[in-house]
T-cell receptor, first 111, second 115 residues
Framework: GQNIDQPTEMTATEGAIVQINCTYQ??????LFWYQQHAGEAPTFLSY????GLEEKGRFSSFLSRSKGYSYLLLKELQMKDSASYLC????????????FGTGTQLKVEL | SQTIHQWPATLVQPVGSPLSLECTVE??????LYWYRQAAGRGLQLLFY??????ISSEVPQNLSASRPQDRQFILSSKKLLLSDSGFYLC??????????????FGPGTRLTVL
């Protein structure tokens, strides 16, 4: 079966750093994605990890440990526009390049 | 560049009425296509995916069906809508000749309310 866990909500201060964790248990593993979704909009791609380690892209970084079934998304220098839902998704092995999504973490950035 | 279109953007339908949502992709060939539903406050649930014309895989039993009559066209349908079909429907594509990693690109979505 597939199981992906993320915290439901987080609150952080503008200019600060926040880490959003994701743990997963899936039948096979072929990569982990992070997406950002603003209310009422479609998800947009943030990062992709298939090997262990840290991937950095501007203010956003994503880390993966395959042995622990664990990933985190790190957001630096938070801005008000970063208030959104952050979705962790895993591609299990098998055809179709399917994604299994967690329920998302709603991040609120405050002044 | 590649673009993905969905219509309509919003839809209000009575229980028992039929449904047809359309998704088209431009700028790539032979993409994988996906339909997701997102209920209020919940994650994305994969409903159907397609790796080619006429090839549809269903992920969960439900009141909906999907078809892919052309390479870059994906249609979500229902003969009789239920209240539980309300939600935000998202179409996505990946792969094809322009795919990057296994990333999926999402359309703008259709917000369906069944009354």
């Amino acid at each position: 079966g597939q199981n992906i866990d993320q915290p439901t909500e987080m609150t952080a201060t503008e200019g600060a750093i926040v880490q959003i964790n994701c743990t997963y248990q899936t039948s096979g593993f072929n990569g982990l994605f992070w997406y950002q979704q603003h209310a009422g909009e479609a998800p947009t791609f943030l990062s992709y990890n298939v090997l262990d380690g840290l991937e950095e892209k501007g203010r956003f970084s994503s880390f993966l440990s395959r042995s622990k079934g664990y990933s985190y998304l790190l957001l630096k220098e938070l801005q008000m526009k970063d208030s959104a839902s952050y979705l962790c998704a895993v591609t299990p092995t098998g055809g179709g390049n399917k994604l299994t999504f967690g329920t998302g973490t709603q991040l609120k950035v405050e002044l | 560049s590649q673009t993905i279109h969905q219509w309509p953007a919003t839809l209000v339908q009575p229980v028992g009425s039929p449904l047809s949502l359309e998704c088209t992709v431009e700028g790539t060939s032979n993409p994988n296509l996906y339909w997701y539903r997102q209920a209020a406050g919940r994650g994305l649930q994969l409903l159907f995916y397609s790796v080619g014309i006429g090839q549809i895989s269903s992920e969960v039993p439900q009141n909906l069906s999907a078809s892919r009559p052309q390479d870059r066209q994906f249609i979500l349908s229902s003969k009789k809508l239920l209240l539980s079909d309300s939600g935000f429907y998202l179409c996505a594509w990946s792969g094809g000749e322009a795919g990057i990693y296994n990333e999926q690109f999402f359309g703008p979505g259709t917000r369906l309310t069944v009354l």
